[in-house]
């Protein structure tokens, strides 16, 4: 049986991924003959200038003529795109022997059930709960690096997955005229008003401490609590424990839900409030389409 070793380049090398399997096809290479395989890079300081794109490794640069492009349902590249963030190990084989399969058994394009598909379609889904986390819970701190520029705002965060490239542009559309900096383990963004760059991970002593604009924030957390509409699993199910330790309002919740009956009967004991009423003012009479007398 043939079998092939291919090193990607990182975690989230779709594009090497493309070529290698595309390669592996035209050689008739079965999934259990590939083994797939990483090579990590260091990709330099935070705020250095970002990376040249790597190069290909010696296996893909042998690879590199052409082969016959593999026939690919519509569904299947999207799946890959947001499957191959996931941390699972194996996602690079189910991937391959999806499309080996499909290769092989053209009708199983429709079938929504299979097994590889549905597998990787749960990949997929957790690491959009993932983006979504993040997009919710970054929570951003100032500091002033240079005199004459604008504050740069940092923010550290633990991400589940590879999701630190893929929602981004996420941040970037939405604070673009602010410069702004994503802290994470493994990878960090930075985008300085013109340009969106990725640099090596970080550590969490990194990121600036607490500011004043922080405690505005408490303190605009607090008066906003409804303590009449909360349902504490629901809470913890939306915002799961353990990002609270990078909440700055995580510190409000324990004593904000233990308070929560308390203020809850305060308040039904307070009763409705009567509403004021007032009287509609007079329609001017050009407005009503009456003639003056």
């Known amino acids: 049986m043939l079998s092939r070793t291919v ?6 090398d779709l594009a090497g991924f493309r070529r290698a399997a595309r390669q592996l096809l035209a050689e008739h290479v079965p999934p259990e003959g590939v083994t797939w395989t990483l090579a990590y890079q260091d990709l330099g300081d935070l705020f250095a200038e970002a990376p040249s794109k790597a190069t290909m490794t010696n296996r893909e640069s042998a690879c590199a ?3 016959p492009p593999p026939k690919v349902p519509a569904f299947l590249l999207p799946l890959c795109q947001t499957a191959i963030l ?7 084989a189910l991937m391959y022997r999806l499309l080996w399969r499909l290769q092989c058994q053209p009708d199983l394009r429709h079938d929504t059930l299979d097994e590889d598909r549905s597998e990787l379609e749960d990949l997929a889904r957790v690491v959009r709960r993932d983006m979504h986390k993040m997009t919710a819970f970054v929570r951003f701190r100032t500091v002033q690096d240079a ?3 604008s504050p740069l705002h940092i923010a550290w965060f633990e991400p589940d997955h590879h999701i630190v490239e893929a929602t981004s542009p996420f941040f970037q559309r939405r604070f673009t005229n602010m410069r702004w900096a994503i802290l994470t383990p493994e990878r960090c963004a930075q985008w300085d008003g013109t340009q969106l760059t990725f640099q ?3 550590r969490r002593d990194d990121a600036p401490p607490a500011d004043a604009g922080e405690q505005l924030w408490l303190t ?3 008066h906003i609590f409804n303590p009449a509409r909360l349902k504490v699993n629901m809470m913890v199910r939306e915002m799961p424990r353990r990002y609270w330790h990078n909440l700055p309002e995580a510190t409000l919740i324990a004593p904000l839900v ?3 009956h308390q203020r809850s009967g305060a308040m039904i004991e307070q009763g409705p ?4 009423k007032r009287r509609p003012a007079a329609p001017h009479p050009a407005r009503a389409g009456l003639s003056k007398p």
């Not at 996931?86 to 690079?92: G, I, K, N, T, V």
């Open 220 to 222: 605009y957390y607090e």
């Open 273 to 276: 409030q009567d509403m004021i």
């Open 7 to 12: 090193e990607l380049a990182g975690p989230i």
């Open 200 to 202: 090596a991970g970080a």
């Open 147 to 149: 005199p004459e520029s």
């Open 258 to 260: 233990a308070a929560a």
């Open 65 to 67: 003529h052409e082969a």
């Open 86 to 92: 996931h941390r699972e190990p194996r996602r690079f």
